[in-house]
Each structure stands twice: as structure tokens, then as C-alpha cells.
T-cell receptor
Framework: DTAVSQTPKYLVTQMGNDKSIKCEQN?????MYWYKQDSKKFLKIMFS???????INETVPNRFSPKSPDKAHLNLHINSLELGDSAVYFC????????????FGPGTRLTVT | RKEVEQDPGPFNVPEGATVAFNCTYS??????FFWYRQDCRKEPKLLMS???SGNEDGRFTAQLNRASQYISLLIRDSKLSDSATYLC???????????????FGKGTKLSVKP
């Protein structure tokens, strides 16, 4: 009965590889988000999707591409991984409209070697 | 000025103590305010919303001062289980595509000791 789930939980990969992180929510929310939390614990939004449309893109490198097959899923694909991409990536979801409480997934800890 | 600023702490307090966290935000047009809690190596979880008139949830009291752009969280009778990082969260400026954007402070770390 997990509300927001992410896979994998841990991801260790080498520079230059391409990887994807999957996210699913069963809360019936229509907006989903991806956040990056770096080593300094600063949580920063990367993308949000509302009804399959990208509505925020916070100047994230175009190596990162969100893909949403339906409103319950928002996957994150990363091309040509770099050392600086190492971080914890959180997926979240909420109802749309005025800012609402967001519910976070457990996070994916990405380590690029 | 950073969008959301918090004292990073850590705050080390004994059980039963009362502790207060402060937060300031830069955008006077912000309309929604929250406190989230993040345990070590876990995801952030909503602790409580912050309303203009102030609000209380058990041992937790949140206050908002729009004129000063200041938010506070008070924890009374602190428990060992309150040990976590507390994140002050404010919504992005209205208009454009960022209205749903939540801006997180870096968090204040609380450690409650026996």
C-alpha cells in the first residue's frame, strides 16, 4: 500500500553511463515531481509534471529527461552520468492547483564512480 | 538573500525541553507555508501546514509573521523520537509555471538526548 514508490533504492554506476529511475504513486494525484538532494542536504526541485505536461524545469542539464507514461508514473532518465550527479533523488506527488502538501518517495541514492 | 533561510543547528536538547526553530523567506508573494520533517536517510514528510493565524498540532505550534516574512516552529516536551531535520518550506512566486513549486530550506537538525 506504498503511496509513492521509487526503484531502484540504490544505484551505483560509472561515469558516462545512462540510467533511469522509476517512480509510481497510487494517491490519485495529478502532479508529480523530481527533487535532487545533494551532499549538503539541500533539496532542490528538478521537474514537475501535471497531466502529462512539464510545467517546471529548473534549469536542469538536458542530460536529465523526465518521462511520464501516465499520471501515476514519472520516470527520470539520465544520460552521460557525471560525478556531480551523485545525490539522492526523490520523487514526490501532490494534487494540482494551489501549492499542496507533497508526498515523497523513499529516494534513490545514486553514486557515480 | 536566500529564498528560504534556516539556522542549520544542530540543536542538542534534553528530553522534555522546549525548542524553537525559525525561518525567513524572501518572496513576500508566497502564500503557502509548511514544516516538513526528514529523518536521517529518509524522505521528507509533511509535519504541518502553517496558517496565518498560527496553528497547533499536539506538542507542535507553528506561527507565521507575513510582515517580517518569518515562520517559526515550537516543539514542547520534546521526545527522543523528535530527533530529525526540520525543513521550512515556502511556495514559489505566483504566476508562470512555478506556482506549484515548493522551495525548501536547508533544514535545522534537532537531536534530543535522554
Amino acid at each position: 500500500d506504498t503511496a509513492v514508490s521509487q526503484t531502484p533504492k540504490y544505484l551505483v554506476t560509472q561515469m558516462g553511463n545512462d540510467k533511469s529511475i522509476k517512480c509510481e504513486q497510487n494517491l490519485g494525484h495529478d502532479t508529480m515531481y523530481w527533487y535532487k538532494q545533494d551532499s549538503k542536504k539541500f533539496l532542490k526541485i528538478m521537474f514537475s509534471y501535471n497531466n502529462k505536461e512539464l510545467i517546471i524545469n529548473e534549469t536542469v542539464p538536458n542530460r536529465f529527461s523526465p518521462k511520464s507514461p501516465d499520471k501515476a508514473h514519472l520516470n527520470l532518465h539520465i544520460n552521460s552520468l557525471e560525478l556531480g550527479d551523485s545525490a539522492v533523488y526523490f520523487c514526490a506527488s501532490s494534487h494540482s492547483g494551489a501549492p499542496r502538501e507533497q508526498y515523497f518517495g523513499p529516494g534513490t541514492r545514486l553514486t557515480v564512480t | 538573500r536566500k529564498e528560504v533561510e534556516q539556522d542549520p543547528g544542530p540543536f542538542n536538547v534534553p528530553e522534555g525541553a522546549t525548542v524553537a526553530f525559525n525561518c525567513t523567506y524572501s518572496n513576500s508573494a508566497s502564500q503557502s507555508f509548511f514544516w516538513y520533517r526528514q529523518d536521517c536517510r529518509k524522505e521528507p514528510k509533511l509535519l504541518m501546514s502553517v496558517y496565518s493565524s498560527g496553528n497547533e498540532d499536539g506538542r507542535f505550534t507553528a506561527q507565521l509573521n507575513r510582515a517580517s516574512q518569518y515562520i517559526s516552529l515550537l516543539i514542547r516536551d520534546s521526545k527522543l523520537s523528535d530527533s530529525a531535520t526540520y525543513l521550512c518550506v515556502v511556495n514559489g512566486p505566483p504566476g508562470g509555471g512555478s506556482q506549484g513549486n515548493l522551495i525548501f530550506g536547508k533544514g535545522t537538525k534537532l537531536s534530543v538526548k535522554p
